[in-house]
């Protein structure tokens, strides 16, 4: 069955830096679109990048271009999600995410806390 695990969150300092890890299987990794989202305390999950099956095509939320950067590994069937200059407001759980047949599967998301 499809299964997605999230790893690298952690606590961090304004400004500092995090890779999140989102290590795929069950289906064929390196056909799909995969993406990132998270979910703040009290708030709704909400889209953060994409990336098409051969890298070559991303998509971010307004809220983290140019400080987070998508990518994918088909050899291994990982997701990334570099994570530079970060803010308090980037503090939530991580979650990847891949749409097979209309049907969305998600990891059990990391935490990322970025505090002082």
């Known amino acids: 069955q499809v299964q997605l695990v999230e790893s690298g969150g952690d606590l961090v300092q304004p400004g500092g830096s995090l890779t999140l890890s989102c290590a795929a299987s069950?289906?064929?990794?390196?056909?799909?679109?995969m993406r990132w989202y998270r979910q703040a305390p009290g708030k709704e999950r909400e889209f953060v990048a994409s990336l098409s099956w051969n890298s070559g095509h991303t998509n971010y939320a307004d809220f983290v271009k140019g400080r987070f950067t998508i990518s994918r590994d088909n050899a291994l069937n990982t997701l990334y999600l570099q994570m530079d200059s970060l803010k308090p407001e980037d503090t939530a759980v991580y979650y990847c995410?891949?749409?097979?047949?209309?049907?969305?599967?998600w990891g059990q998301g990391t935490q990322v806390t970025v505090s002082s």
């Open positions: 995410n891949v749409a097979i047949a209309s049907v969305d599967y």
């Open positions: 069950g289906f064929t990794f390196r056909n799909y679109y």
